[in-house]
């Protein structure tokens, strides 16, 4: 039986010791009527070796991005993950241990936890973060209740140039408070700060300021908070932490909690997850923080040591009055980050995000200048642009997966008026070439 | 001794690493205006020799599975399969985007349907969503769906939640996030949950009810059937926690219980990794009146064979994360189904039942065990008496057995035991390591108290100051002035 | 600089503690005129992310394995290798050692090769292991020439039935020692007990016995040992570990020294190499043994401990006089058969020699059933077959080429007069489909 | 304290993983004949959680350049990169076989092909086999090549190697195993062969010379092109052992330098890994006069631009090894030579040789050099002062290092220098890591003399008795009867 060690003299043995006659007696406690009459109805056992020729099967079934390129971005981003990163996070200790509730035998994952708040901190400009939340999106959501649960107040403005699916998730979360999402319409694929304005009242907790937005392109973001401030609401920022290596940092616009989906920091897409939440706030409001924290603290002998810390906002302690439900977290993918983070460093991850930014301009001029194909917003813009195609984007993009290419985002899937409008997303690895190729495939639909 | 710095003191100006390419062409501000550009980025500069020796050396520090036994109890440390992260690895589904053409992921789609299924199969239910990413969000999806379920009724008055005083932290702070107030309910002599009290809580208010079943005291509610009869009569639906699904699968299923809505940890009973707190995932089952309610999207299978998104459920309770879900979780956890088969899948039950109860009778000759009977995945323990006698509490007992090569036990939890300590083997651990760990729990009751006081002794640290940590919080590093 | 920490500041400060001005004067110690006056002419540097895509696209090029199936044996076998191998082998606590020449400090490695001798020793059913060879060909030659320095005889027996590259570099090793390898012909793929004894005289040092042999048939293995005793040479086994999973382990024949050639038990195909020899013999010639020996013993406070031991009998102490000039070995490898052989342990060996010959017979059947298609010999064989086809080897592999799989080995490249001769190999990763596949393939050609 | 038993202790009968299928069908005697077959298989039956704890577990007690700084001198022991094991996995390296037809590997003969022309240009030579798979049988192939150059020139009378006394081991040896007699040339008072001390003993039995460039002193021998003329006018030919190709390499060439013929340890300057001991690969270069005699085959470049093999070679020596060598080093010695390129393997030998001597003036202060002048990439340090006055040798400075973090340098060789403590710290590490090491050294200089003639102290095992292990020898576990 698979990864049971026991053998059947083994388990006679044990159950000799325990006073019972047969492995069925050790579900006694369980009436009899709700015994399962039969096995499980699911395919038979295989073993390794057919297993993972099963599965490599079925994975030759899904076109990897290795095959061609990958021009999708739409908050899922493919960068070169170093070879580093893999090696530490497959060492068992760190992959087969939980959270580290107990320091003294946990001090390695605490310090490293200690280190991604830290350069969680860095990327985003703020004085406090925690340890990881489940993706971008559910810490954009927990961001507005705590927001709400700091004002006191109940709307939350989030503009149309957040992430569709990131609104989504906030609207599904804050639910549960009586709070609200208010959608606040774009202008031209950004935010209008008259637009925001109007919206804006004694009544919202907080206002979303994404950055680079939904669309590639960049808010005026200090304009925006300065207006949110001016209503007494909070700041909340949603950026590309990639982004981050070249942009103003939230907490200079000032944003209040900024949130951002780790991936692009040197994980894998896998078709969207695991995916690892970045948090982080003013000082001040630490302790309405949701998720775990670690502490730098010392031992008995006085030495530098860490642990938890502010475990009473957690739910295993606090229960009903808990800041968040949280328990599991994405710590692996959180020590992704830091090791990524800290390989690549001030420069490195200044290089990606540049090398990524050139590659994008180069693509919008490559295909704009393509006849029957127009940029649907002006602006300036990250690594990812919007773009009007002279056919429908699912026609486009099955052509280009015959030839290994992943096309864009097809916008008209959420915003029914762009139709034909594809958002097309470069990382630094597009090569030159691989923009030339789909240049090429594009001008067959002119 | 042990001591690493922070890779921030590591850092030295003008340190890199090769790992990416050095753009050529045009300065940035020929793209990004100036006015957006920030003026400085603090992040660490080291070489990869450094990066790869500083995470190497403070994974040495750590304690996971591979090391050793880990009895922590409700968190279901098994062994995990090493061939999970290959297949998770393959580029057919580590190198593929969420957004791509389901014509171009047809093997994504197919895991994610089958697994679907299985999942469907093991809880007695009727329909899956794979994408809340943990046990937690699972709770949350699972009481919105009961929520959504009584609203579409016409039914808002329905804002209490019934939970046992044994349940874990997460489903009372779950109850209260979707906004319901939490009606406790005690846990009887017997440590379970009597339908009797539950009669008693009930009403036109009752949302429904979450059990943990067998609950957090590793016993099962035999009660379950006639404590669901009670809260669908009121009105109200049954939400299973699922942690424990260990204990019983392929053996008993919630469904036929009278769960109405359950989730499953996947990284616990089907083993992917945890990965020092997570990624997991927490996939939600239910029965066919809640199905409506489900996040969107599901997978499907078309009349051809093929795979597709299904999204049109207009009365979703919305999304709970960006794409789909831990999909790298998920091909882990369709693997470990796969493998096992359906007599693999019961005997982990059978063996983490026998394991959980033949460790039980060898701690219960020097601790107290809290409910003293056949348990089932695990049991709980108590140094109450130690306590009284020595001193030694459930603390001391957990970073003693540090000093014995183990992980200590869940302890002060469940909260209605006191002194608790809860211990689960799983059923991927030898008849000798059982042995060992027994011994080791008999000669630490039998030790020097103060020894014990002052464990752990062999470890990095000594007792590590939580208190101060809590008080004079630092929890970033700051470069010295 | 990739992997060169130094900034220029660093180097700066280091020169001017060593008293210099310029990294040029680091070579003042060159003679000038020995000074290369240019850059090397190999490409350009590459990141990391650069060199990845480079040979990703170059791997490409080769048709691998996994594409399809593999029928071609000949000397490295594609069994399956569980993911716990790999996992091992990749710790950098192994990975990036060397040789444990400190004991205190490389207690782990030195306890797995105790492991792997044991493992060795086990196999072979020989009392004495040593640490690992380059690959079976020279553990081969080392065993040929310890064994002409034990007896003082010169002439080394060789089959035609033993791997001919093997033979070869037995050939290659025997030079400088004034022996010579003396090749005993087959007789319908097989050692005639007869044509052996007729070879035997008092100049031969040794006899060495392949099983099964390179045709994939058994030999008799204990008839030809008694025949070599008999004229008081020495018996060297040369076999294939997987098989002797079933068959009777050399020390029962009985040998005298064995040597195996270990890829087959978990480390992949690597288009030949890395490799690894194992290499045992009977006690009383331990200290004639080329190579590493870990020994158990004690530490100061007699607890136990591993470490290097008999290096008399190295380089890196005797010179001149050592018993061979070998000094890094295969020991990354030779952890990966420890590793490998203990997972699947008795049970899990058995399993995968008994798949492997099920499959081959399964194979044969299907192949000789064609018409066209005969075997060349007759016999029990263990996962190898010789079949004439109707068609040149080459030919028949270019077409199985086209569809993923890696077909039979051709025989006439070094037997010429086998024309058309194929030696078809199937493990247990060739599944029933795989056959049937190749079966349709050869069919064409009938 | 740690203490792993073995995994034949930690076997039980009947225990088994579940990595391969049981096989159906047949009996095995319906194919192989029963009196073929073995009786027993004596190998042990552990689970698979087993055989990962026991593996991890044991490699944590070992030191690897992951873990720290390792001056292991002549061993050139810098960062492994890992993107070197990403490529070796790929299944287009990994997973192909060395007689699948050439127009199926065209990558990978491409990968030697090229592989050979960089290793021509950096050592200065005309053509290369990439056979050889350690440095030691890379010497061996070089010698026979140098004997079947004489012996194709009827010259059989040339059996006499001259080999420095400061050579590494396995050059006496290897010439001694293809038949040579050695013939012993001193160093003279620089530490460097002198050119008069060859001249006497060059004559018509010489087959050649022996060299290692930089020496095994970590000096250059100066006098190398004078000396290759000596030996050639003699009729011999010159071997360099490029053990220590690190300390020049884009500096100077063999090939520049007189030499004839030249191995490469690419697990040394290539930085493959040396996975406690190998695999690595030993690849060899010649001068055009020798290449008729290579082991076959090697990669040639057809016109139309693809490769084969190219094999006929009537005057080879013969093969050295199964197949091609060993091919999963070579492509990750081509993954270095790619991402260095040509400024980036010259700064290898330029801040290898910075290192040494940055490390040796710090040394200095506490320890006699042995021959106190610039080095190369590594230097020889001398106990034979600390012996003589507290009895401390360079044993004890090695086994005290542990303690403080580091792998001890090369002790007692090169044999010429008494007590003596090679060190090399490679171009890798950084200037705090050196400065780090050279702090430690200077404080054990001056410890109590009792501590480093007891130490290790910090580490799983104290001293450990390497007379008994060869006394009572024990190389294999067996059952206790
Ligand atoms: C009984 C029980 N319920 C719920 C949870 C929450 O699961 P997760 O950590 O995946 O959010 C846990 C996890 O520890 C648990 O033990
Ligand atoms: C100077 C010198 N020559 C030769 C060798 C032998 O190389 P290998 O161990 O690869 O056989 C070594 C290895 O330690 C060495 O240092």
Known sequence: ?446 | MFSEPTIFERSRPGRHSNAVPVPDGADITAFLPAESLRAELPLPEVSEIDTVRHFTRLSQTNFGIDLGFYPLGSCTMKYNPRVHERVAAMPGFADIHPYQAPATCQGALRVMYELQGYLAEIGGMDAVTLQPVAGAQGEMTGLLLIRAYHRSRGDDGRTEMLVPDSAHGTNPATASLVGMSIVKVPSNARGRVDVEAVKAKVGPRTAGMMMTNPNTLGLFEDQIAEIAEVVHAAGGLMYGDGANLNAIIGVARPGDMGFDVMHFNLHKTFTTPHGGGGPGAGPVAVKAILEPFLPSPTVARAADGTYGWAGDRPQTIGRLHSFNGNFGILVRAYTYIRTLGPEGLRGVAENAVLNANYVRVGVAEKFQIAYPEACMHEFVASAQEQKKTTGVRALDVGKRLMDYGYHPPTVYFPLIVPEAMMIEPTETETRETLDEFVAAMQSIADEDPELVKSAPHTMPVKRVDEVGAAKNLNIRWEPSK
Chains 1, 3 share one sequence.
């Open chain 1, 1 to 446: 039986m698979a990864y049971v060690p026991h053998t059947t003299e083994d388990q006679e043995a044990m159950l000799q010791r325990i006073g019972l006659n047969s492995l069925e007696d050790l579900f006694a406690p369980i009436p009899e009527n709700l015994r399962l009459p039969k096995l499980l109805d699911v395919p038979a056992a295989m073993s390794e070796a057919e297993v993972v020729r099963h599965l490599a099967a079925i994975g030759r079934e899904n076109a990897d991005a290795g095959r061609g390129a990958c021009f999708c971005g739409a908050g899922i981003y493919r960068h070169f993950t170093p070879s580093v990163v893999p090696a530490i996070l497959q060492r068992g200790e760190f992959l087969t241990a939980y959270t580290p509730y107990q320091p003294e035998r946990s001090q390695g994952f605490l310090q490293t936890i200690y280190e991604f708040q830290t350069l969680t901190c860095q990327l985003l400009g703020l004085d406090a973060a925690n340890a990881s939340m489940y993706d971008g999106a559910t810490a954009l959501a927990e961001a507005a209740v705590m927001a709400a649960s700091i004002t006191g107040r109940r709307r939350i403005l989030i503009p149309e140039t957040v992430h569709p699916a990131w609104t989504e998730v906030c609207r599904t979360y804050v639910q549960g408070h009586g709070a609200s999402v208010d959608v606040v319409p774009h202008a031209s694929g950004r935010i209008a700060v008259e637009t925001l304005q109007s919206r804006l009242a004694p009544d919202v907790a907080a206002v979303v300021i994404p950055q680079p937005n939904f669309f590639g392109l960049l808010e005026d973001a200090k304009a925006l908070a300065a207006a949110a401030k001016a209503a007494g609401a909070l700041v909340l920022a949603a950026a590309n932490p990639m982004a981050l290596a070249l942009l103003a940092p939230p907490g200079e616009w000032p944003a209040d909690i900024a949130v951002a989906e780790g991936q692009a920091l040197g994980l894998p897409m896998s078709f969207g997850g695991p995916l690892v939440g970045m948090f982080a706030c003013r000082r001040e409001f630490v302790r309405q923080m949701p998720g775990r924290i670690v502490g730098a603290t010392t031992d008995q002998d006085g030495r530098r040591a860490y642990t938890l810390t502010l475990q009473t906002r957690e739910q295993h302690i606090r229960r009903e009055k808990a800041s968040s439900n949280i328990c599991s977290n994405e710590a692996l993918a959180a020590l992704g980050v830091t090791v990524y983070l800290s390989l690549l460093g001030k420069t490195g991850l200044r290089n990606v995000a540049t090398a990524s930014v050139q590659r994008a301009h180069e693509a919008f001029d490559a295909i704009t200048a393509l006849p029957g194909y127009a940029p649907v917003f002006s602006g300036p813009f990250f690594h990812e642009f919007a773009v009007r195609c002279p056919a429908p984007v699912a026609e486009i993009n099955a052509r280009l997966a015959g030839e290994g290419i992943i096309g864009p985002y097809s916008l008209s899937t959420v915003f029914p008026d762009l139709e034909n409008a594809a958002l097309f997303c470069c990382t630094e690895t597009v090569s030159r070439d691989d923009i030339r190729r789909l240049a090429d495939l594009l001008r067959t639909f002119a």
